[in-house]
Every structure is written in C-alpha cells, then in structure tokens.
C-alpha cells in the first residue's frame, strides 16, 4: 500500500505557472501509474494526466493538453504536475492517485490510492 500527499497549491494569477508535489510513502511510486485529477466546486472529479508505471506513456486530458506535465521523479518517491498558462478554469481541488493496473489511465476508478488533494485557486 501506498501514501500519497499532495503539496504546492496556492493562489495564482491567470497566466502564472505552478508545480504540484504528490509524495509518496510505503512503497516506490515509479513501481504504480500515478495519475492528476481535478474537481472544481460543484462538478465531478475530472482527469487531468496520468503516467505509466514505466514512465513510457502519458495521457493528458483535452483541457490542459500543452499546458500541464506530469513527472515521477523517482529519486525522490513524488510525483509533479507542472502547470503553466493557467486560467481562471484551472481553479480547482487536484488529487494524485497511484496503483492500478494501468490499463485506463484516465479514469478514476483504475485507482486504488489517493491523497486528501491540494487547492488551486488562478485569479483572472
């Protein structure tokens, strides 16, 4: 079993970037897929990115495509997600998630693992 805690959420302006740190504990990340979501006020839990356990595949969803970058550095047991560009719709609750078999890394329930989620607020 794996713990994850997400860190490095903040108030931000449109236009501004943001790195998101998802650390791990119990077991080595870069053995799980880990993936990004996103629930913003009053709507369901959203895919953001996700990466394979290998490190071989990414899925990005339509909305941050060329804007967001999802890493496992695994030195360091974390996963990131590097923002950039933000808009006021990027304002939201972000959650990593990890383990699973990989097999549809963008849907929530391929994910048994999950932090408590960091806040992202991006002002216009």
């Known amino acids: 079993q794996v713990q994850l805690v997400e860190s490095g959420g903040g108030l931000v302006q449109a236009g501004d970037s943001l790195s998101l740190s998802c650390a791990a504990s119990g077991r080595i990340l870069s053995t799980y897929p880990v993936g990004w979501f996103r629930q913003a006020p009053g709507k369901e839990r959203e895919f953001v990115a996700a990466?394979?356990?290998?490190?071989?595949?990414?899925e990005y969803g339509d909305p941050v495509k060329g804007r967001f970058t999802i890493v496992v550095v695994n030195n360091k047991n974390r996963a990131y997600l590097q923002m950039s560009s933000l808009k006021p719709e990027d304002t939201a609750v972000y959650y990593c998630?990890?383990?699973?078999?990989?097999?549809?890394?963008?849907?929530?329930?391929?994910?048994?693992?999950w932090g408590q989620g960091t806040e992202v607020t991006v002002s216009s």
């Open positions: 990466i394979s356990s290998s490190g071989g595949r990414t």
């Open positions: 998630a990890a383990g699973g078999s990989g097999s549809n890394l963008n849907m929530a329930s391929s994910y048994p693992y």
